[in-house]
């Protein structure tokens, strides 16, 4: 994939897109600000919320092995996997063993970073996303734009035409004559689903937070999809990474506090499902959890960047994020998009591609994302940790432009003869720009500087020459 | 060779390094400072903000308000957990369905569902199953459409914290939890709030005060 910048210009000339993102994560941003001023004691539980979530860190093989004994005490069955490949392999096996083409999905994270649909659909098995956003996405053969409403870059008429045309074939079809009225295309999309919650044996989740004490898994959601798909089908297979657990029963009402007012700005998002293992008479009688490693472990041996595996998946980071706002999540090309993404991505997934060394630089370190972030994530510091790291790689190679750029620069600066004539350059050089208050894209090396941003024209008049003018030679 | 989980922890405790230092106390629970004399003012407050209809009685009235919030939703049949009260269902009209191994699709033909509830949050408009006998299993609260929801006053508490509290026997019992927060409702078309996607469309919550 290429890099950033060049993903993201895209998403720039996209108006569409960038009309709906602003009004979205304008939107979201302030219903999370009234609902967080409403906690009087926030701070505190940020700081709790980083605290619990540092401690699993520390000493997560103790807490796995202790959420495993759980896990299996109450009925589940325990599946580990290393990587994307392992994690579906195990899926896969379980969905054969039960003899059925497919099945139906809670909107999980872990499941798109391991590409399940995909590797599912290879062996003929349907995974039917149930998230009306997910539900979109899929039927429009396209991508999550956002963590929490991936399909924010679609507008109402271009829903209604995906599901005129896409829902017929694969079960029901759109009601004819369906509008782009919100209320109608819930409504179809809730007559499309019912008939595949009702016939569904085996279902697929993630999982918000895995309690170690307990073996209780825990899905938050608003829509009634993960509770139909938690509770109908005989058998439930969840995927959660290694980095989900909760020491105590105790420690998640932090979670159940910070969650939601970060994520969709409720003071509790509509539906809630927790479950320890099976019940009998109650729910599916056949429960696998998958514990996901897929590059976290080496995310958790860098001591700075361990941090971003407390991140609990709530997207304030994107819906303040002036960078996200107007690229737009599909720049980011991964899963995880946004400030989140930046770090994260490149973490899991190591810096060798260009995209994945172009992440940490997609931001202007402003910072907002820290200030939302509810288990205080230093995104700014990680960003520029990163951005050591894939310097750091790339010496001893060519000189880069910037390197270049730097050593003049420098050269320049330590001389004020040269600095003055290099300013008598740059103002001369504004009067060959008439009234333009913005400089184009610039030659190369600057050319990489200029992608991205608009470059000021320099002043016709530098502070010295002003200096000179008004106030006479005599006066220096 | 070796197994994936011995392999995961092995990565684990390299990443974690020699020297570790056995695990810290956490910071002490952070209080949330809510007005516990409003508790259940609060509650029905909370909870009418999520388009939830609220309501308080007192425990003589309980089955008039019960048959009243079934008609005003047009619900024709109604099933009840086995271990439901059975006198609260007696001024209701209708066809009444005590669960009993009901399939999905059956359960698909009902117009609603009563159960009592666990916990109330008053901070967030939230209340909680523990599907205790009187809750019935999960399926029966989710599929029909619409849930009417009687919780005793002295069932709310304050915040999210207390309610934790209140809930680890059951969580001890293994009890799965449904914690309900307004009706179903779905932000996913341009932010717009529509209720009911795929859970009940109308959540009746009725709170009952013991004397009376």
């Given at each position: 994939?290429?890099?950033?910048?060049?993903?993201?210009?895209?998403?720039?000339?996209?108006?569409?897109?960038?009309?709906?993102?602003?009004?979205?994560?304008?939107?979201?941003?302030?219903?999370r600000a009234t609902v967080v001023d409403e906690v009087p004691d926030w701070e505190e539980l940020r700081v709790r919320g980083a605290a619990v979530k540092d401690q699993v860190l520390a000493h997560l093989d103790d807490y796995l092995v202790q959420l495993e004994a759980s896990l299996t005490a109450s009925?589940?069955?325990?599946?580990?996997?290393?990587?994307?490949?392992?994690?579906?392999?195990?899926?896969?096996?379980?969905?054969?063993?039960?003899?059925?083409?497919?099945?139906?999905?809670?909107?999980?994270?872990?499941?798109?970073?391991?590409?399940?649909?995909?590797?599912?659909?290879?062996?003929?098995?349907?995974?039917?996303?149930?998230?009306?956003?997910?539900?979109?996405v899929q039927l429009g053969h396209d991508r999550p734009s956002h963590i929490l409403v991936p399909a924010i870059h679609r507008n109402r008429s271009e829903i209604r035409d995906i599901f005129r045309e896409e829902m017929g074939a694969v079960g029901t079809p759109a009601p004819d004559g369906l509008t782009d009225?919100?209320?109608?295309?819930?409504?179809?999309?809730?007559?499309?689903?019912?008939?595949?919650?009702?016939?569904?044996?085996?279902?697929?989740?993630?999982?918000?937070?895995a309690v170690a004490d307990t073996g209780t898994l825990v899905v938050l959601e608003s829509e009634g999809?993960?509770?139909?798909?938690?509770?109908?089908?005989?058998?439930?297979?969840?995927?959660?990474?290694i980095e989900k657990v909760v020491p105590t029963w105790e420690d998640l009402d932090v979670f159940m506090q910070l969650l939601p007012r970060s994520s969709t700005g409720e003071r509790m998002n509509p539906y809630t499902s927790m479950w320890t293992g099976t019940t009998e008479g109650d729910g599916p009688q056949e429960v696998h959890v998958v514990l996901l490693d897929n590059g976290r472990t080496s995310v958790l041996a860098d001591e700075v960047g361990r941090q971003a595996l407390r991140c609990i998946r709530c997207s304030a980071c994107l819906n303040v994020c002036p960078v996200y706002e107007r690229a737009g999540g599909h720049a980011y090309g991964s899963v995880y998009p946004g400030p989140i993404g930046a770090i994260l991505t490149p973490q899991l997934r190591g810096t060798s591609s260009p995209l994945d060394q172009s992440l940490p630089y997609a931001s202007s370190l402003c910072g907002a994302c820290f200030d939302v972030c509810p288990v205080r994530i230093q995104i700014p510091e990680l960003l520029v940790h990163l951005r050591t790291q894939v310097v750091d790689e790339h010496r001893g190679g060519r000189p880069s432009a910037e390197g270049v750029a730097m050593r003049?620069?420098?050269?320049?600066?330590?001389?004020?003869?040269?600095?003055?004539?290099?300013q008598r350059a740059s103002t001369m050089s504004s009067k060959l720009l008439g009234e333009r208050t913005t400089l184009g894209?610039?030659?190369?090396?600057?050319?990489?500087?200029?992608?991205?941003?608009?470059?000021?024209?320099?002043?016709?008049?530098?502070?010295?020459?002003?200096?000179?003018r008004t106030h006479g030679s005599e006066s220096r | 060779?070796?197994?994936?989980?011995?392999?995961?922890?092995?990565?684990?405790?390299?990443?974690?390094?020699?020297?570790?230092?056995?695990?810290?106390?956490?910071?002490?629970?952070?209080?949330?400072?809510?007005?516990a004399g409003r508790t259940v003012d609060q509650f029905v407050e909370t909870t009418a903000d999520y388009r939830a209809i609220v309501e308080r009685t007192v425990v003589n009235s309980l089955p008039q308000h019960i048959a009243a919030a079934l008609a005003g939703a047009s619900a024709a049949s109604v099933i009840r957990p086995a271990g439901l009260d059975p006198s609260w269902l007696t001024g209701f009209p209708g066809t009444v369905l005590t669960d009993d191994h009901h399939t999905a699709y059956d359960l698909d033909s009902i117009d609603a569902v009563i159960t009592a509830a666990a916990v109330g949050i008053a901070a967030t408009g939230t209340v909680v199953l523990d599907h205790g006998p009187d809750q019935g299993r999960r399926a029966i609260s989710l599929v029909p459409d619409v849930h009417v929801c009687v919780i005793r006053a002295d069932q709310v508490v304050p915040d999210v914290p207390e309610a934790t509290a209140a809930l680890r026997e059951a969580i001890n019992e293994r009890r799965p939890l449904t914690w309900i927060s307004g009706p179903s409702a779905t932000s996913d078309i341009e932010l717009d709030r529509v209720e009911g996607v795929h859970g009940p469309r109308t959540l009746h919550v009725i709170i009952v005060d013991q004397d009376g």
């Open positions: 994939m290429p890099k950033f910048p060049s993903m993201a210009r895209d998403g720039l000339a996209n108006t569409q897109q960038r009309r709906n993102l602003q009004h979205a994560t304008h939107t979201i941003r302030s219903k009925g589940a069955t325990v599946h580990w996997a290393r990587d994307a490949d392992e994690a579906n392999r195990i899926v896969r096996d379980l969905v054969q063993a039960k003899e059925v083409d497919e099945l139906v999905k809670v909107k999980s994270m872990a499941t798109q970073e391991i590409e399940l649909n995909e590797a599912l659909e290879e062996v003929g098995i349907s995974a039917w996303e149930t998230d009306l956003a997910e539900l979109i009225e919100p209320t109608d295309l819930a409504e179809a999309a809730r007559r499309h689903l019912r008939e595949k919650f009702l016939r569904a044996k085996v279902a697929v989740s993630g999982a918000n937070f999809n993960g509770r139909m798909c938690l509770t109908l089908p005989e058998t439930l297979i969840s995927v959660v990474g003049t620069a420098s050269w320049m600066f330590a001389d004020h003869r040269r600095y003055e004539k290099a894209r610039l030659p190369w090396p600057a050319s990489s500087w200029s992608g991205a941003r608009d470059a000021p024209a320099p002043p016709r008049e530098t502070f010295r020459q002003w200096w000179v | 060779m070796t197994s994936a989980r011995e392999e995961i922890l092995a990565r684990v405790t390299s990443a974690l390094g020699t020297d570790r230092q056995p695990p810290a106390d956490l910071p002490q629970r952070a209080r949330v400072t809510w007005d």
